[in-house]
């Protein structure tokens, strides 16, 4: 006999013998029975949650849509419904059905065709748009720019005398208000 099988036997000695077999209780038979959906769950009260409850939400409205909103939702465990949906709550929209005449036939497709030009079209073409890439307007804006310039250059009077003066003398300046005031 091995260590655990003494204490398996319950305090018995090593030296007694083994009980018999028949010396065993018979096991009383078991009735088998079966339980019904609702009493077999362990979910709880089954009939509370079957009941269904009725849920009222009210909202603000809107700039768009003013006016207090509400939704009243009827809610079961295994369904739900909506009873009332106030105007201007998502899910009210009407959808416009348009009735389409043509029978999904495609509008026929307009073909354009480039038109013919000149030589002097083109070659007016190719010259100006390498003098006046990204400018506004052209070349023409460009020439009349350069017109400008032109033209402010010649207008600013153009300084003839050369001062022989000391250095911090203020003749200079003297002369320069003498010809401001004329």
Do not use: H, Y
């Not at 709550?89 to 029978?103: F, K, R």
């Not at 020439?143 to 400008?148: D, G, N």
């Amino acid at each position: 006999m091995g260590l655990l099988d003494r204490f398996l036997k319950g305090g018995s000695s090593a030296g007694a013998a083994a009980p018999a077999p028949n010396s065993k209780k018979p096991k009383q038979e078991a009735e088998t029975f079966f339980l019904d959906a609702d009493s077999s769950s362990s979910m709880g009260n089954v009939d509370f949650m079957r009941r269904s409850n009725t849920i009222r939400r009210t909202f603000p409205g809107s700039a768009d849509n003013p006016g207090n909103k509400e939704m009243i939702a009827e809610v079961a465990s295994m369904e739900a419904s909506i009873e009332k949906l106030s105007e201007g709550m998502p899910g009210t929209e009407v959808v416009e059905t348009s009735i389409d005449l043509t029978g999904g036939v495609p509008k026929p497709v307009k073909k354009t065709f480039a038109q013919p030009m000149s030589a002097a079209e083109l070659d007016q073409r190719k010259r100006g748009a390498a003098v006046g890439v990204n400018v506004t307007g052209g070349p023409a804006v460009i020439k009349l720019e350069q017109e400008a310039v032109a033209a402010e250059k010649a207008s600013q009077p153009q300084i003839t005398q050369t001062s022989t003066a000391k250095p911090g003398a203020i003749d200079p300046f003297k002369q320069m208000a003498k010809e401001l005031n004329g």
